[in-house]
């Protein structure tokens, strides 16, 4: 199969089989987002050696595949690891008897399902890499795991044998509007960019879910077919996916409804307040690892301390979800389909919309010119509540000026009245009233289809369309 987009990734891995050194690679990012594939498919799945973790196998039952697996790749053997020391000597001696003439790729995916409760996994892995594998010019180590948080804690962080031992990384990022585009484009799929868009609010840039598309349906039906269905695919995806990557997930379940309620973003204490979740090291711990997974991202209030941080929902599937199908018992499995034009799709496009941005603010940049100037991106709330406003998108710019943006989602050219240009210079106002800012403030408008001329547009200094986000 082609590998559609992840050129950048594609580019290092090469460079990784092509170097003389021996190589340590870990390859995350959250579930669904094509890792596995990208791994397999640049390798034609000509590994020296492939193993995977089983979900939810016992120590015995993961020992078991890795045997399997041993047999697969070298022949026949009567040898059996019984433990994750053998496992790995047993390994070590079979690539051993193929010399050094080329590299060898190791390939261990989802490795957090390997490392069960005192199965001693992390240490043999230790052992075989600093005690072997390290040593040698020809061994492209490549480990895989979709629970990010379990890398991190347990591979960039390790404090015992594996301190510092990682020579190369990549973290896995969603589709860009532009590759999901062009995986549709591959998979024979025709949807104009606008559709495009509004399949990213749902789906948002995970591959998996763009390869359930059906050919010849509408997009309307196929979120029918998948998400509201009796038997849709994606109909248990939400309590699926957090499940298959925390332990504990219903207190992380709690606080991605919590910010789903607020599609703006919740500071930490009024996080606690609707969770009532205690503060401390375990909400630190959920929040860093929804983080981690990309489900969530905290971002600083422009020129205020980090106690003010806000926490965003940004899994456009997740927002979806908790909007359309957890309250929906029994499902109506044409709800999509007849709900079009409802004020509670409205509702969420603007919304799920603002996220589309979010996601995209390197293309906004680019739009704008800025990709040669220094800039920081941050968010920033009044402090007061009348009159108050809030920004989600600014641009701090180091040439001395601040892009404030403003989001909106239609189906032709948005219409400022008098009463939007009243509200977009209040936030104006209060933005320079609070921050006492010196610099020039610029309102920027990012839209489908561009601003319709009239006597209120002239309040726009510059504007940034649908599609300047599918901008490489």
């Known amino acids: ?122 240490t043999a892995l230790e052992h075989f890499w600093n005690g072997w594998a390290s040593s040698r010019k020809d061994i492209l180590l490549i480990i895989c795991g979709s629970a990010t948080s379990w890398v991190v804690k347990n591979i960039f962080k390790n404090r015992g044998g594996l301190y510092n031992r990682v020579t190369r990384r990549i973290r896995l990022l969603p589709f860009t509007l532009k590759e999901t585009e062009e995986y549709l484009k591959y998979k024979e799929i025709e949807l104009g960019r606008y559709r495009i868009c509004e399949a990213y609010m749902i789906f948002g840039g995970v591959p998996y879910y763009y390869s359930l598309l059906g050919k010849g349906l509408s997009l309307p039906q196929n979120i029918d077919a998948l998400c509201f269905a009796e038997d849709g695919i994606l109909r248990f995806e939400f309590e699926e996916l957090y499940a298959s990557l ?117 293309q906004i940049k680019q739009a704008l010119g800025l990709t040669a100037i220094s800039t920081e991106i941050s968010s920033w709330r009044s402090r007061q509540s009348s009159p108050g406003a809030q920004i989600d998108l600014l641009i701090d710019r180091k040439d001395g000026i601040i892009n404030l943006c403003e989001m909106k989602y239609s189906k032709s050219e948005y219409v400022i009245t008098s009463k939007t240009e009243a509200q977009l210079r209040n936030k104006i106002a209060v933005f320079e009233a609070e921050t006492k800012t010196k610099k020039a403030v610029h309102l920027t408008m990012i839209t489908t289809y561009g601003i319709q001329k009239n006597i209120h547009s002239d309040i726009i200094q510059s504007e940034v369309l649908l599609n300047n986000l599918f901008l490489l």
Not at 73 to 102: C, M, P, V, Y
Request: aromatic share 12%; glycine share 6%; proline share 3%.
């Open 246 to 362: 925390f332990k504990n997930s219903d207190k992380h379940i709690k606080v991605i409804t919590a910010l789903g309620s607020k599609a703006k973003g919740l500071t930490r204490d009024e996080i606690i307040s609707i969770t009532k979740l205690s503060s401390g090291g375990s909400l630190t711990q959920i929040l860093d690892e929804l983080e981690l997974c990309g489900f969530i991202r905290s971002y600083p209030n422009y020129m205020l301390n980090d106690n003010l941080n806000l926490y965003q929902l940004t899994d456009s599937f997740s927002l979806f979800y908790l909007r359309f199908l957890k309250s929906k018992k029994p499902r109506n499995p044409r709800f999509w389909t007849g709900s079009l034009e409802s004020p509670s799709l409205s509702a969420w496009k603007g919304c799920a919309f603002e996220l589309v941005c979010l996601q995209h603010s390197e």
């Open 1 to 122: 199969m082609i590998i559609v987009g992840r050129k950048g990734e594609q580019a290092k891995l090469q460079q990784y089989y092509d170097s003389s050194i021996p190589e340590f690679l870990v390859v995350y990012g959250r579930r669904r987002i094509g890792k596995t594939f990208l791994i397999r498919e640049f390798f034609h799945s000509k590994f020296d050696f492939y193993a995977t973790g089983l979900a939810n196998g016992k120590k015995n039952e993961q020992l078991k595949a890795w045997n399997t697996a041993i047999k697969i790749h070298f022949g026949d053997t009567d040898e059996n690891a019984t433990d994750w020391l053998d496992a790995f000597t047993l390994l070590r001696k079979k690539l051993e008897k193929q010399g050094d003439s080329k590299k060898k790729v190791i390939f261990i995916d989802e490795v957090p399902w390997l490392d069960t409760p005192k199965s001693g996994f992390l």
